[in-house]
């Protein structure tokens, strides 16, 4: 190979990693990219989420499609959008931990919005694994139920944040609660947490979220099973 060859072929081929980066560099399509890690969701619950219309998810979508970081499937008269594989979460994770270590923009924000964070006790993966062993620990799913049954850490019972405040009853005072949700910025757990305390449980959050867990390769199960491309979800 001459040297003109070897240059065209390094252009070519850091040109098309770099489409990834190119995908990923848009605070919404990585919002989109965290949602589904979660579950797949239609364009239309992805808007909802993400706070933005329909027409412009719709464009985001595509972005990440056309990267090939999300896969479609028909559901009826819906297309249903999902993570190609884990390691498009994996690289999600692995972003965030480097802007959390890299960039202390990252924790300052921390610092503001989750003033309440500090008050709360929370516990890391492995010293949740150790508690579920002990047969004296909940562990409380409060994401949505849609997210629960496509996946969660196995043994979890589920009861959505909105819920919870109406179900207290449901829950056992003389053993510990460990309430997660879907990952490190996400409130849910927090909010279950505070509300459990309040209450007179002892209860924690968990550090993380069911991602986190799941590339960990922590135990997990699927309520919802969704087939190859072009499949269906069954309960």
Same mark, same amino acid.
């Given at each position: ?6 240059r065209d072929?390094?252009n070519?081929?850091?040109g ?9 560099a848009?605070?919404r ?34 972005v ?32 965030r931990?480097v ?30 694994k ?5 047969g ?17 850490? %196995?043994? &979890?019972?589920?009861?959505?944040? #909105?819920?919870? =405040?109406? /179900? @207290?009853?449901?829950?056992?005072? +003389?053993?510990? $609660?460990?309430a997660?949700?879907?990952g ?7 909010? %279950?947490? &505070?509300?459990?305390?309040?209450? #007179?449980?002892? =209860?924690? /959050? @968990?550090?993380?979220?069911?991602? +986190?867990?799941? $590339? ?7 309520t ?12």
């Amino acid at each position: 190979m001459d040297a003109q060859s070897k240059r065209d072929f390094k252009n070519s081929l850091f040109g098309e990693f770099a489409r990834i980066g190119k995908a990923m560099a848009s605070d919404r399509r990585l919002e989109i990219i965290d949602l589904l890690a979660q579950a797949e969701r239609s364009v239309e619950e992805l808007a909802t989420e993400t706070s933005q219309s329909v027409a412009n998810t719709s464009q985001h979508l595509k972005v990440l499609r056309q990267a090939h970081l999300v896969e479609t499937r028909r559901d009826g008269t819906f297309i249903r959008y999902r993570l190609a594989d884990e390691r498009v979460t994996r690289l999600w994770l692995m972003l965030r931990e480097v802007g959390e270590t890299r960039l202390a923009e990252v924790g300052r924000l921390v610092d503001t919005y989750l003033v309440d964070r500090g008050k709360l006790q929370g516990i890391d993966a492995r010293e949740l694994k150790r508690r579920l062993k002990d047969g004296n620990t909940v562990l409380l799913d409060v994401r949505p139920t849609v997210e629960y049954q496509a996946g969660h850490i %196995a043994g &979890a019972r589920s009861i959505p944040i #909105g819920e919870l =405040a109406g /179900r @207290l009853k449901e829950l056992p005072k +003389d053993k510990t $609660i460990i309430a997660y949700c879907r990952g490190s910025y996400c409130v849910f757990a927090d909010e %279950a947490a &505070a509300l459990l305390s309040s209450r #007179g449980f002892q =209860a924690y /959050r @968990l550090d993380g979220g069911f991602p +986190d867990w799941k $590339i960990a390769g922590g135990a997990v199960t699927q309520t919802l099973r969704v087939e190859n491309y072009g499949g269906k979800l069954h309960a």
